[in-house]
């Protein structure tokens, strides 16, 4: 018996089918790595949930400490507001690094002081000022940064979760980044973030200027990217998936990378957690997918019980017209809508996760199988 290698709601241990974006990363970090040079634009990597933005996130980091790179990394949405997080981190970061940061630990103390937690407290609690006005913390969180990367090879800061930001610590931030880019060139530091579909249009409404972000949105796992994940970690045990049993899992999973970590555990558990030189074979995927059924509808109805009537409506209106996209135009006309009135619920499904924007416009359910709950379950 061998403890499943899968990773379902757990951060990924590896992310096949992310090439390109690790080769943006890479070329980003040689940048600020070989080059001594400042990354000049913020990149947000964003997903509905469970594509894998955190895990993404998380490699990043890692890539980053493999260079030798002081990495922080903030979860935003506390209440002491972005600044406040990454400030935080950037102090106990440099209180671990050991000797080569303690040399700029002396400045820091003083950037905490004009910046620190209660100069930060009177930055988050400015009252929301138009998004053409730069935050008063800005300079100060500017001159932290250009501290922090002094004496150390290169500062990169992770920000996950990027739409739950404070707004004034987004425009603190890109103000921040809006100077580097001008006069600090030669500062090696770099912001890479991850979140939630709505977070371009979130940051748009607070900073004019965020073309200076590269928005990066992040699809479903290609077939190939999925084979890995479900027969990767397997062969790492001496385990091996039948042809049939890759198929049927990918045919469930459908590229959204949760529901490939779900059904692959499921069958690794149907299969009796198998010893080295065992087979996962069709029947533990049949059996699995059961089990797995069930996790999926405790989410679905979890999800759905977080919805408003109207949202209902509107799911249950797009789960009618099939499981594949839907133009706005067709829902709102099965709605007996104007697209218009739409707009709203149909952000805030977006920001649940629950729909996604596909291309051209249209819409699509972002779980594989809610659909069919909606059309099920839903009207109950
Ligand atoms: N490239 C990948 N291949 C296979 N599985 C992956 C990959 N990336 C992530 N996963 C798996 O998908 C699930 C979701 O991953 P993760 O938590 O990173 O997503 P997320 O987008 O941050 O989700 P949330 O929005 O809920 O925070 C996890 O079970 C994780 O192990
Ligand atoms: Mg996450």
Known sequence: MQPSPYTPGEVARAVPG??????????????????GRLVGRIRVDHAPRGFGKTSLLREYQRRAEARGLLSVWVTAGEE????????????????????????????????????????LAQVSGTRSVGPRVEPRGARAFEAAIRDKTDGVGGVVVLIDEIQAADEVGLRTLVY??????????????????????????????????????AYRPLGTLGREAEEIAVVGPARALGVRWTEEAVELALSIAQGYPY?????????????????????????????????????????????????????????????????GPVARATLAQAMHATPNSLSAPRA?????????????????????????????????
């Open 259 to 323: 529901a490939v970590q779900l059904i692959a555990d499921a069958a690794w558990t149907a299969a009796g957690r198998p010893d080295p030189g065992h087979v996962v074979d069709v029947r533990a995927v049949e059996r699995g997918r059961s089990v797995m059924q069930a996790d999926l509808e405790a989410l679905f109805r979890a999800r759905w019980a977080g919805c408003t009537a109207f949202e209902r409506r509107l799911l249950g209106a797009m789960a009618d017209l099939g499981a």
């Open 80 to 119: 002491a507001g972005l600044v406040a997080q990454i400030c935080t981190a950037l102090a106990s970061a440099t209180e671990t690094s050991g000797d080569r940061a303690r040399a700029s630990v002396g400045r820091l103390e003083s950037v905490e002081l004009t910046l620190g937690v209660p100069g």
């Open 176 to 213: 921040a980044w809006q100077h580097l880019q001008a006069e600090g060139a030669d500062v090696p530091a770099a912001v890479f973030a991850a979140g939630l579909p709505s977070a371009p249009e979130r940051i748009a409404a607070v900073v004019t200027f965020s073309e200076r972000i």
């Open 348 to 380: 805030r499904l977006i920001d649940k996760g629950l729909i996604q924007p596909a291309d051209r416009g249209l819409l699509q359910f972002t779980m594989p199988g809610f659909a069919e709950f909606v059309r099920g379950n839903g009207g109950e």
């Open 18 to 35: 992310r090439a390109i974006q690790l080769a943006e990363i890479d070329e980003r970090l040689s940048v600020l790595a070989d080059l």
